[in-house]
Each structure stands twice: as C-alpha cells, then as structure tokens.
C-alpha cells in the first residue's frame, strides 16, 4: 500500500508519522511519500519520519519529493494537509478582519474566506494531478476550511472525503471522563466543519444509551472550561458545542481578547522554528512533547482510521467525515458537504441518520451552508463582488459597510495568490 502526504514538509507531520508507526496493523503502509515543496523543511522533516519509523520497527519506505506528479503516481490514498501561502499568510487572515471589529480567524469570518479562495484552486489542481496518476484513489482532506475543500473536491468528481479532529477530540475527552476506553464512545456529532454539536454520546454504539445528560451534569465544569465558554450556557443548551462556536455566541468578546495579544500564527511560527531545529537533530527519532502544543491532536488517528476503511483495512465502520448531505439534513440541499457520523468502506462515506435539529442548531446551519456556497463560487470564480456576496452572507459579518471594508482588505492582502485580482 501507497500513500502520499501533500504538505508533508509541515510541522505536524510527525505527529502523522507516529500515528502511521503505532497503528501499522491498522493501516499497513509499504511506501509513504512525503510530497512539499519547500525543500529545507522536507529533509529535515523527511529525515525525522525516517527515524521514527526504524525506531518503532515499521518495515514501510519513506520518500520525499517536491513533485507532486511523481509522489501521487500509484498512490492508493492521498491526504491534503496544505497551507497555501504559509504562517504569514495566516497571521495576515488573524489580523486585517479585527481592524473592522471582525473575528479574525484562519477558519471562519472574513480570514477563512480568504484562505477559502487560496487554496481551492491549489487543491483542485492537485487532485487533478492524482486523479490522472490514479483515478481509483481516495483524497483525504485536512486542509481547511474542510468543508468548502472537500465540497470543491467532490463536485468537481473527484473521491474525497473530509477529516477534521474535533470529533476525536471530544470522543477522546469523554471517554476519559466516563473512564472507558474510546472505541466504547459514538458521539451523535451534527453540523459543518468547525460548526458541530455533539447531540449525544452513547455508550457502545448508535443505538447506546445517551450518557450526554449525565456527562454535563459532572462534568460541565471541566466541558465548559475547554470550550472557554461559561458553564451556564453547555447547562441551558444540554449539548456540548464545538469550541469553534465560541466564535458566533461570544464574537465581540472574542474579538476584544484577540485584539490584545499575539496571532494564533505568530505564536506557531515561532513553535515551528523551534521544532524544525529539533527535527535537524540526528539523535531525535520520536515527536517532541512541543509537538502537541501545535494543535490537530489525534489526528493521526483519525486519519489511520479513515484511509483504512477506504482502502479495505480495519478501520472503524462508523466515523465522523465531511460528506455529501445526501438528505441527512432535509433542510439543506443534497450537495452540502457536512460533518457527521458516516458509514465508512471502500465505496466511500454514507451519512447516518440524524435526529430533527432545534432550530437554533439549522438555522445556523442553513445560514453558513448559504455563506459556504458563495465562499466557493469566489474561490472558483473570482471576482470582487462574488468575495462580497459571501462576506456579507457570513453570519459574522452581515454588514454592508463591513463586507465592503473587508471585501477590500482581503484582496489586497492576497493578491499574489488571485489569479483574477
């Protein structure tokens, strides 16, 4: 089995490395391929991936390349971890937004708008790129935002299917909290990528008892806190949020703390430099404890997991997958990409069965799918008044005077990676 890493120069990819070493029964991997390219980063990165795999005995082969045409060819899988235009691209969509009072954010807002039109046509050429070398191979994306990659992907014909590690997250947190092990933990996750409530959690599968009122009731404290929401709020909605929707019940507060410390991406490329001179060191053959600050926990896990049951291996049946909407949610259309506990195999991902939403959840959701549609028709497209359009969609912007501002400040600040600006 063949499998390449797209952005596989990153930082993070140790943690995948890992992930790859540990769970081999899972997913046995015969060749991987390392594919980036900035060239510096890939051998350090590359040399550090060598070392880990002899070091927990993983018999595998490990490549790098800057080419992507030939470290795609004959793969089986390819995985999307891409950051089209690097850290400084992101400081600049954590920052230009909040001089309109806007939450700046490399996922959402105005600034997950602006790596939206970055990356989708990158994506889509490199999926091209695979789907010429292997048309019988299944993407997996990590790129953000995953939900409007991942329906790029898809409706442009292409096997793919989207991963986020939120999902994990949560699983992996309750189950420590319940003192049981995380295979014994199916999370009734509903929404968008980075807009998702665990409705339930259940204990040994679908059907399982829902253990989320008692979770709440013993656990809210602890909940609360790393969401860094108020304990009232998990109480009087009775489902636990994702973190991500701090961003929407807390935006000005958010947008005040943002504006008195350091970017999310400075304080990364500063970890990243750290890490690279770590990576360079010839003794060092496991990830570093600096690692797990990086973010993106467990998810070489998930991805094991995916690519496993996609290809044929022992991945779990149920997983939680940006996919079609396929009538799941009756309020959207079928060709919304959302994120839900999907039946996983070779032939792809099928959503499972949802309960009806409060409308406090689907309106929500119907209101950024509408946002994820205009997103994508710019990101396709182009054009000042297609970035408009979805900037004054978002529900976090909704202003004519802000959509404006920001409408201007985006492009200004990525027209080296517009084609039509």
């Not at 060749?31 to 550090?48: H, I, M, T």
């Not at 880990?52 to 993983?58: D, M, N």
């Not at 937004?97 to 889509?124: F, H, N, S, W, Y």
């Not at 406090?360 to 209101?367: K, M, R, S, V």
Request: proline share 5%.
């Amino acid at each position: 089995m063949k499998l390449a890493v797209v952005g596989g120069g990153s930082t993070y990819t140790p943690e995948l490395i890992d992930g790859f070493a540990r769970l081999r029964d899972t997913l046995p991997i015969e060749e991987l391929v390392l594919v980036d390219p900035a060239a510096d980063r890939l051998d350090l990165v590359g040399g550090l991936a060598r070392r880990i795999f002899a070091r927990q005995g993983h018999p595998g082969r490990i490549v790098t390349t800057s080419d992507v045409d030939a470290g795609v060819a004959d793969a089986d899988a390819v995985l999307l971890q891409l950051r089209v235009g690097g850290q400084a691209a992101r400081n600049q969509d954590e920052t230009w937004p909040l001089e309109c009072g806007c939450i700046g954010q490399e996922t959402t807002g105005a600034g997950g708008l602006a790596k939206a039109l970055r990356t989708v046509p990158v994506v889509l050429d490199i999926a091209e790129r695979v789907r010429r070398a292997n048309p019988d191979a299944w993407i997996i994306d990590f790129t953000n935002p995953v939900g409007i990659v991942t329906r790029a992907l898809l409706q442009a014909g292409h096997k793919a299917v989207g991963l986020c590690n939120v999902a994990i997250g949560f699983q992996r947190k309750f189950a420590r909290l319940l003192d049981v092990t995380p295979g014994e933990i199916h999370l009734d996750h509903v929404g968008l990528n980075h807009l998702t409530w665990e409705l339930g959690v259940r204990l040994g599968g679908p059907d399982g008892e829902n253990v989320l009122p008692r979770l709440i009731a013993e656990h809210g404290d602890a909940i609360a806190d790393d969401l860094h929401m108020p304990r009232q709020i998990v109480d009087r909605l009775g489902v636990v949020p994702s973190y991500y929707l701090r961003y929407f019940y807390a935006h000005d507060e958010v947008v005040r703390e943002l504006g008195t410390k350091p970017s999310r991406a400075a304080e990364v490329a500063a970890m990243e430099k750290e890490l690279l001179a770590m990576y360079g060191d010839p003794a060092l053959d496991e990830k570093p404890a600096l690692l797990a600050k990086r973010g993106g926990a467990f998810y070489s896990e998930a991805a094991v997991d995916l690519a496993a049951s996609l290809l044929g291996g022992a991945g779990s049946t149920h997983q939680v997958v940006n996919t079609y909407n396929k009538g799941t949610l009756p309020f959207l259309p079928d060709d919304a990409v959302i994120e839900v506990q999907a039946r996983v195999d070779g032939t792809g991902a099928t959503p499972l069965a949802v309960p009806e939403l409060d409308p406090l959840y689907a309106g929500l959701i119907a209101n950024v799918t509408a946002y994820e549609d205009l997103a994508l028709e710019a990101a396709l497209r182009g054009g000042r008044d297609r970035v408009f359009k979805a900037l004054l969609a978002h529900p976090l912007i909704g202003q004519f005077e802000y959509a404006e501002a920001l409408t201007d400040k985006l492009i200004a600040h990525n027209r080296e990676h517009l084609a039509w600006a």
